[in-house]
């Protein structure tokens, strides 16, 4: 059996509890032993010992009837629940409950495509469906239409969504480009947001609004529903496609570069999620550290320089793609040229030019839509039990606040012990910076080092005005608290929410530092 159990429930109601659960799913859709199969649902990437994360037990239903009467059985013991949907995860927590001992509510088997429209450019999916068979679907369906995977193809469309996922192409900011959802909430209501909620709705895909306030986002990043459907706009196929790469050599360029680039995505004339991408995340998907320096130190300058010439990259190496007529695309490649080819030592790079290229050609295939798994390569970095937690803080695309990011990032990391893994996404108006805390879960001071920069970056973030967009299992409540204007007057809000519409607290504990009223007392 696993150790931990929810602590407000004796063992024996705990199992009680799951035996009923299983009377509804059936026997081969429970995981209640302790073994390798509950284990593959701890975080792999955790900084944490397994055991922090492990759920007690897994319960996968097939559909919406299933997931009321799981609601029903968990309202009536008070069983927490953590919904996956295809429980990919990491970086932020895998498929593993904010608390030991809950049980996770596995949605994989609910993976039916249900709806591709050609015509408007939408699909409609259930949470199993992932990125993989999404575009596997409308390959063999002949569809001239994209999808927008997370760099990790085996992701869950609706899952990668809910928690504001970020892709490649001009459909990167994913919840921006879903239309209508499906939702059950704790008490087993069955409601339809947007125009879904008119019941001969013609137009539940294609305008994401409805009548009066809009919901969607409660029931994203949150704990205030099960998510069960949900609509996605699909980019139509372009005429042309022209990915290009830019490389920099110097450190204090990013200041020149983020200035380019933000009238360039103001304006839509780069219209896709483009990323500046520091030297060593680079690195990563195609070496090692050990093959530059000591594998358990930051690497030098010196061996930064190195890395550089062998493998033509930049300290910064920007990636984006234009769509459109070949006349449209080279147009526009002018006016890009102008912009960003002006910083001296600039380096454009085509697919002429770098094909074969391992980091080259996974972003050719991102930006165009093609799901992959080859940055899972990047865990490479640092041998052993190679691991990373992202520290993703939002950044204006100005200058003066991408160098204030990297610098502050880039020292304290050093400073712990590790090297700066990073990149900018850049969307409309502001960046996501993402920072690979990459280490070696094996070694017990390498995680001790790696939580502790982490609490500190979160600090100095907040500190200077910059929040996280998502995080890990471990600094929710940490990163919840530093978003407290007004006296915590939102987490308050999420709080009343939460015990409005869960009362009993059974859906997702902790996420994102929201709680139950029960468990907040046990804090207090
Ligand atoms: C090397 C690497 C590269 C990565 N690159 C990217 C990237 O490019 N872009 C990006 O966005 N992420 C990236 N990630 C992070 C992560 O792997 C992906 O975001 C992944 O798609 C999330 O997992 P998932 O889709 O399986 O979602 P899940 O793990 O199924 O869900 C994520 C969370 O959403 C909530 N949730 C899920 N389903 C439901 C539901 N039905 N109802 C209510 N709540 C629900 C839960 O809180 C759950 O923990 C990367 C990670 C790694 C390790």
């Known amino acids: 059996m696993p150790k931990a159990l929810p602590d407000w429930l004796t063992p024996q109601q705990f199992w009680q509890a799951v035996d009923e659960m299983r009377a509804v ?14 284990r593959s649902y701890r975080d792999a990437f955790s900084p944490e010992e397994d055991d922090t994360f492990l759920p007690s037990a897994v319960v996968a239903p097939d559909g919406v009837e299933q997931i009321q009467k799981i609601l029903k059985i968990a309202n009536d013991y008070r069983v927490p629940l953590w919904t996956i949907s295809s429980g990919k995860n990491f970086a932020y927590g895998g498929p593993a409950p904010r608390k030991a001992g809950h049980v996770v509510l596995d949605l994989k088997r609910m993976n039916r ?29 002949g569809y001239k239409l994209w999808i927008d995977p997370a760099a990790p193809g085996w992701g869950s469309v609706l899952g990668n969504t809910l928690e504001h996922g970020v892709g490649y192409t001009p459909y ?8 209508g959802m499906e939702v059950v909430l704790a008490d087993g209501t069955v409601l ?4 879904g909620s008119l019941p001969d709705t013609q137009c539940w895909q294609l305008f994401q609004y409805g009548f009066g306030p809009v919901l969607d986002g409660i029931f994203s990043q949150s704990n205030f529903g099960v998510v069960t459907k949900m609509g996605m706009w699909l980019m139509p196929e372009p005429p042309g496609y022209m990915p290009f790469m830019i490389t920099y050599e110097r450190e204090e360029d990013l200041h020149a570069i983020t200035e380019a680039v933000r009238p360039l995505k103001v304006s839509m004339t780069i219209p896709n999620a483009a990323f500046t991408v520091g030297l060593l995340w680079e690195a990563s998907i195609k070496t090692t550290r050990a ?16 890395i550089m010439s062998d493998h033509k990259l930049g300290m910064w190496n920007f990636y984006a793609a234009l769509y459109g007529p070949k006349p449209m695309m080279d147009n526009t490649l002018k006016v890009v040229r102008d912009a960003l080819g002006s910083i001296p030592g600039a380096k454009f790079y085509f697919d002429e030019d770098r094909k074969g290229d391992p980091s080259w050609d996974y972003r ?10 080859t940055e899972f390569n990047m865990t ?9 937690v992202d520290f993703s803080p939002i950044s204006p695309t100005r200058g003066e606040d991408a160098m204030r990011q990297y610098q502050m990032i880039k020292t304290r990391a050093n400073e712990y012990g590790f090297d700066y893994l990073g990149e900018f996404a850049v969307g409309w108006r502001d960046m996501h910076h993402v920072f ?29 005005g910059y929040g996280e967009y998502r995080t890990h299992l471990a600094f929710m409540d940490k990163i919840a608290g530093t978003y407290n204007w007004n006296d915590g007057a939102l987490w308050k809000l999420h709080h009343r929410l939460k015990d409005a519409l869960d009362p009993n607290g059974i859906l997702a504990p902790g996420k994102m530092g929201i709680w139950p009223r029960h468990m907040r007392e046990e804090e207090a």
């Open 364 to 373: 050719v295939k991102l930006m165009r839509g093609i799901p992959n798994m």
């Open 25 to 38: 799913v059936g026997k081969d859709w429970v995981i209640s032993e302790d073994g390798p199969a509950l």
């Open 380 to 388: 490479n970095w640092v041998g052993g039990s190679g691991a990373h």
């Open 436 to 464: 690979s805390l990459t280490f070696d879960r094996a070694d017990a001071d390498e995680r001790r080092r790696a939580r502790e920069l982490f609490n500190v970056l979160i600090d100095e973030a907040a500190k200077a």
């Open 113 to 141: 495509i249900l709806e591709v429209n050609e015509e408007f450019g939408y699909a409609l999916v259930e949470p199993g469906v992932t990125y993989f068979q999404l575009y596997e679907y409308i390959q063999k369906k």
């Open 291 to 306: 093959q530059y320096g000591d594998p358990k130190k930051p690497l030098p300058d010196s061996a930064l320089k190195k």
């Open 172 to 179: 990167g900011d994913h919840f921006m480009m879903h239309c």
């Open 192 to 195: 339809r947001t947007g125009q």
